[in-house]
């Protein structure tokens, strides 16, 4: 499975991005994808998966209301709506994938795509 991560860039505090994940390869088979962040000096945290088996989602609190994960199957594209950015959501931004259920430890995602970089001023 290959993953190309798009969508980053620079914007206001309180503005908005998506963020797209197009997946290539064995994408036949049930799989789920998660985005994670990571800011400069942290670890690698959970921000949102979906599962492509029964569209079943979940979000770090941190997220939660502002930030909606969705899949267009007949792209193999997962996006990833960010609203109301605040400037501690400044990070590089990866998309994973896993084939089974959907889990939130990055330790269990084997596929990775690149990262794309979100700055949020201030």
């Known amino acids: 499975v290959q993953l190309q991560a798009s969508g980053g860039g620079l914007v206001q505090a309180g503005g908005s991005l998506r963020l797209s994940c197009a997946v290539s390869?064995?994408?036949?088979?049930?799989?789920?994808v998660a985005w994670f962040h990571q800011a400069p000096g942290k670890e690698r945290q959970f921000v949102a998966a979906i599962s492509r088996s029964d569209d079943s989602t979940n979000y770090a609190d941190s997220v939660k209301g502002r930030v909606t994960i969705s899949r267009d199957n007949s792209k193999n594209t997962v996006y990833l709506q960010m609203n109301s950015l605040k400037p501690e959501d400044t990070a590089v931004y990866y998309c994973a994938a896993k084939y089974g259920s959907l889990l939130t430890d990055r330790r269990l995602y084997p596929y990775w795509g690149q990262g794309t970089q979100v700055t949020v001023s201030s």
């Open positions: 390869g064995r994408t036949f088979s049930p799989y789920t």
